[in-house]
């Protein structure tokens, strides 16, 4: 059965420094893999997605994320994180319907 | 262009009680979704609707959860009688058409539910 984890709950970074949220994916065909992020009382929106070709997909917001198949890994990363990317980010994977991890909160320090 | 609506935005019931949210979609978006989603968790597919029929229903409690989507349009999705472990947010989302194939769906902001 296909399934998501992402392994931290919370992380705490620094405006001005990088990002990087892991995802670890369970799917037997190739999946397709998405980035939603949540921010408090909003529904979520599509960071980005990978269906095919370049493993590294770039997103809205200065986002990105490359598709690790080996690792099967779809981390998402960003270079400069502002005080706005404080969010929940959600990585999901979709065979037949779309399935979520149980998401990664992130706070920014000043 | 207008957003997936939903309604009402917060609902605080009692145990036994029933409860109805209801979602708009996108004008001509096919494919109709509801996620439940428990603090703390991703959202979790209750249901799919492809225009008005049903695609997959499985992860929908059925004894207490009902929906429809009459006219392919609107939906509603009901809970009667409600528990405590159903307190949680209802997302509605909806696409152009079913699952990968678009990639993105579209989400409402969410109907929180309390139940006491």
């Known amino acids: 059965a296909q399934s998501v984890t992402q392994p931290d709950i919370h992380i705490t970074v620094s405006e001005g420094a990088s990002l990087e949220l892991r995802c670890n994916y369970s799917y037997g065909a190739t999946p397709y893999l998405f980035w939603y992020v949540q921010s408090p009382g909003q529904g979520l929106q599509l960071l980005l997605k990978?269906?095919?070709?370049?493993?590294l997909v770039q997103g809205i917001k200065g986002f990105e994320a490359e598709f690790k198949r080996s690792q099967s890994s779809f981390n998402l990363r960003k270079p400069s994180v502002h005080w706005s990317d404080a969010a929940e980010y959600f990585c999901a994977v979709e065979g037949g319907k779309l399935i979520f991890g149980q998401g990664t909160e992130l706070s920014v320090k000043p | 262009e207008a957003g997936v609506a939903q309604s009402p935005r917060y609902k605080i019931i009692e145990k036994r009680q029933s409860v109805a949210f209801w979602c708009n979609p996108i004008?001509?978006?096919?494919?109709l979704y509801w996620y439940q989603q428990i603090l703390g968790q991703g959202p979790k597919l209750l249901i799919q609707?492809?225009?008005?029929?049903?695609?997959?229903d499985s992860q929908l409690p059925k004894d207490r959860f009902s929906a429809e989507r009459l006219k392919g349009v609107d939906s509603t999705l009901k809970i009667q009688p409600a528990k405590l472990e159903d307190s949680a947010v209802y997302l509605c989302?909806?696409?152009?058409?079913?699952?990968?194939?678009?990639?993105?769906?579209?989400f409402g902001e969410g109907s929180r539910l309390t139940v006491l």
């Open positions: 990978y269906f095919s070709g370049d493993t």
């Open positions: 609707f492809q225009n008005n029929g049903v695609v997959d």
């Open positions: 004008s001509g978006h096919a494919t």
């Open positions: 989302a909806s696409s152009l058409v079913s699952g990968g194939l678009s990639g993105e769906l579209f």
